[in-house]
T-cell receptor, first 109, second 114 residues
Framework: SQQGEEDPQALSIQEGENATMNCSYK?????LQWYRQNSGRGLVHLIL?????REKHSGRLRVTLDTSKKSSSLLITASRAADTASYFC?????????FGKGTSLLVTP | KAGVTQTPRYLIKTRGQQVTLSCSPI?????VSWYQQTPGQGLQFLFE???????NKGNFPGRFSGRQFSNSRSEMNVSTLELGDSALYLC?????????????FGPGTRLTVT
């Protein structure tokens, strides 16, 4: 399977706090992507990290990748209410994504 | 630049009927992928079209089919609808095939089969 398994399933924090979610996968990968889905903006690509990278940043997002443990983590710093969404990781090719149940993040004011 | 558009946004059909969903990709994008999203199975890849040819296919029965036109617009068809086909159908476009490339998703078509 090329889908990741996100953990925790649900996360509730207050605005300004950091949110960390994890992803585990089973097969060797070339890259791993994180996506976000909410009712307002739909499904949106966040960040892609290649297998030879260990860490990548994009704005308030920080993604790490540990290929030896087949795991990745997504850190959102200084969370905002607008970050409330489901977050998914996937290791499939760009055109054929398979998502699991994701991590449901709730950011309260 | 306009985003990916999908029509219709909502649809209610009866078991046994067929349905056609439409997707217009971002201008200049030539690859269109279709996905089915359900609470139980998550988001699953249906198929991908590039330059009017189906390049990749997921693990779905033959009742699910699609096509792509010369302007890159795509349609997917589901024949002999079953209750389990109730789902959010998303299409996504990217400028080329292969990968990894960021995919841009449309808002989806919510299909309810009764």
């Amino acid at each position: 399977s090329q889908q990741g398994e996100e953990d925790p399933q649900a996360l509730s924090i207050q605005e300004g706090e950091n949110a960390t979610m994890n992803c585990s996968y089973k097969t060797s990968i070339n890259n791993l992507q994180w996506y976000r889905q909410n009712s307002g903006r739909g499904l949106v690509h966040l960040i892609l990290i290649r297998s030879n990278e260990r860490e990548k940043h994009s704005g308030r997002l920080r993604v790490t990748l540990d290929t030896s443990k087949k795991s990745s983590s997504l850190l959102i710093t200084a969370s905002r209410a607008a970050d409330t969404a489901s977050y998914f990781c996937t290791t499939g090719p760009g055109y054929a994504l398979n998502f699991g149940k994701g991590t449901s993040l709730l950011v309260t004011p | 630049k306009a985003g990916v558009t999908q029509t219709p946004r909502y649809l209610i059909k009866t078991r046994g009927q067929q349905v056609t969903l439409s997707c217009s990709p971002i201008s200049g994008h030539r690859s269109v992928s279709w996905y089915q999203q359900t609470p139980g199975q998550g988001l699953q890849f249906l198929f991908e079209y590039f330059s009017e040819t189906q390049r990749n296919k997921g693990n779905f029965p033959g009742r699910f089919s699609g096509r792509q036109f010369s302007n890159s617009r795509s349609e997917m068809n589901v024949s002999t609808l079953e209750l389990g086909d109730s789902a959010l159908y998303l299409c996504a476009s990217s400028w080329t095939t292969g990968g990894p490339y960021e995919q841009y998703f449309g808002p989806g078509t919510r299909l309810t089969v009764t």
